[in-house]
């Protein structure tokens, strides 16, 4: 995220309880310049100098980072988080067997619940189109469920993509999903009828991934080691 002009990166980082702020305006010299505890942080979502942390069963926190150096907690939502997604005034949490809540973010010091929608995954992941319109919500169990979520207070499976997925990201109409260690390049330009584009098969274990322009940084739980992926010809 950007904040005064400078370029941050976010890490939720579980294992130290913290929310931590890295300065990466010089990329091949980041640097750590601020941090705040959370519990259990599993994902973070920036938009702007506002931080969304999904902390599992410590719940969502709403974090001001407008000061980098001294972050602050607006507000904890309690309610079981094991990721974030953000669109528009509302956050989409995944919240493993309980489905999905969408939270009503206008007043960040006082988040609100506006519904929840049950799916029979463990939704532990997800990713929201540019457009706010469409989720792709990874789970352990059935799978992978495309949500329309064009209207937040009636978010609504359209389809769902057999296999056991555990991230996802969404780049236009292209949704690439980590199933079965691999990643699944999905055509969800239809969300109601998503199409398999081609498969990137990973040398290892895929396990989780994320995209910034044509590009893709894929991690590899045996390795231990992450890859970069050219999307320029998904």
Do not use: F
Request: aromatic share 2%; hydrophobic share 40%; glycine share 8%.
């Amino acid at each position: 995220t950007e904040v005064g002009g400078k370029k941050y990166g976010l890490i939720a980082n579980g294992s130290l309880g913290l929310l931590q702020i890295i300065d990466i305006s010089t990329p091949s010299n980041p640097q750590l310049v601020g941090s705040i505890s959370t519990g259990s942080a599993l994902d973070v979502m920036a938009i702007g100098s506002t931080a969304y942390v999904s902390a599992n069963a410590q719940g969502l926190a709403i974090i001001d980072i407008s000061n980098p150096n001294t972050p602050r907690i607006l507000s904890n939502k309690g309610v079981t988080a094991r990721a974030v997604g953000v669109a528009g005034n509302s956050a989409l949490l995944a919240q493993d067997s309980l489905g999905i809540e969408v939270i009503n973010i206008s007043n960040p010091i006082a988040p609100t619940t506006i519904t929840t929608l049950k799916n029979q995954s463990a939704s532990t992941h997800l990713a929201i189109s540019a457009d706010s319109k469409t989720a792709v919500v990874a789970g352990t169990s059935r799978g992978t469920d495309i949500v329309d979520i064009s209207n937040s207070e009636y978010p609504k499976i359209l389809s769902s993509i057999p296999d056991t997925s555990v991230d996802a990201a969404i780049s236009g109409n292209i949704a690439y999903i980590v199933a079965g260690g691999d990643v699944k390049v999905v055509d969800i330009s239809q969300p109601a009828n998503p199409v398999l584009v081609t498969t990137l098969v990973t040398p290892n274990i895929a396990s989780g991934i994320a995209i910034s322009g044509s590009t893709a940084v894929v991690s590899d739980t045996l390795s231990g080691n992450v890859r970069i992926v050219s999307l320029s010809n998904p």
